[in-house]
């Protein structure tokens, strides 16, 4: 089983709509949960941090975490083409170490 | 502020040889993570510094080496390369904390990408 696991998509949705982008991990000991933005040809930028359980939100991005489940789920609302990217979740099992984990991302689609 | 820099950006070496790989994390920041992505593997962890100590290292062969400075500037080291090594690699700074502590988030450089042939 890999460590964090993704849907590799394509995702595709219209203009406006909300994407939803799923993720979940093995190490129950995780504590820092990330998603991360990558353009083709282009490194990771960060979209979202999440630590606590819950919902956590920052313009049309909510992050979504529940650690008894072992998920975290990424919302855009308001799709843009300009979100279409990869998106990759995340996981430091490390405790601060800054050993990322990454799934291997979820390729987003939005059309016009 | 100034992000993350990596150089050289572009890098083509031939089966044998060795590379050194450079970055500088943002001004301030203290610890420094390498990954490698590939599209067949994704992105993997290689090896993370702070205060130029390797706190942690992921599965890579010897082969992959790295140090970091006292300005906290970084290198990483690939010797007797093959051609699995062709990937872009990509170096991450982050503040960085003595003891473990959590929320520590990172911050990624623009890559080197290396073809090996």
């Known amino acids: 089983q890999k460590e964090v696991e993704q849907n590799s998509g394509p995702l595709s949705v219209p203009e406006g709509a909300i994407a939803s982008l799923n993720c979940t991990y093995s190490?129950?000991?995780?504590?820092?949960f990330f998603w991360y933005r990558q353009y083709s040809g282009k490194s990771p930028e960060l979209i979202m941090s999440?630590?606590?359980?819950g919902d956590k939100e920052d313009g049309r991005f909510t992050a979504q975490l529940n650690k008894a489940s072992q998920y975290v789920s990424l919302l855009i609302r308001d799709s843009q083409p300009s979100d279409s990217a990869t998106y990759l979740c995340?996981?430091?099992?490390?405790?601060?170490?800054?050993?990322?984990?990454f799934g291997a991302g979820t390729r987003l689609a939005v059309h016009p | 502020k100034a992000g993350v820099t990596q150089t050289p950006r572009y890098l083509i070496k031939t089966r044998g040889q060795q590379v050194t790989l450079s970055c500088s994390p943002i001004?301030?920041?203290?610890?420094v993570s390498w990954y490698q992505q590939t599209p067949g593997q994704g992105l993997q962890f290689l090896f993370e510094?702070?205060?130029?100590?390797?706190?942690n290292k992921g599965n890579f062969p010897g082969r992959f080496s790295g140090r970091q400075f006292s300005n906290s500037r970084s290198e990483m080291n690939v010797s007797t390369l093959e051609l699995g090594d062709s990937a872009l690699y990509l170096c991450?700074?982050?503040?960085?904390?003595?003891?473990?502590?959590?929320?520590?988030?990172?911050?990624f450089g623009p890559g080197t990408r290396l073809l090996v042939l």
């Open positions: 995340a996981v430091d099992p490390s405790g601060g170490y800054n050993k990322l984990i």
């Open positions: 999440i630590y606590s359980n």
């Open positions: 001004s301030g920041h203290r610890s």
């Open positions: 991450a700074s982050s503040a960085g904390q003595g003891a473990r502590i959590v929320r520590e988030t990172q911050y």
């Open positions: 510094y702070f205060s130029e100590t390797q706190r």
């Open positions: 190490d129950r000991g995780s504590q820092s």
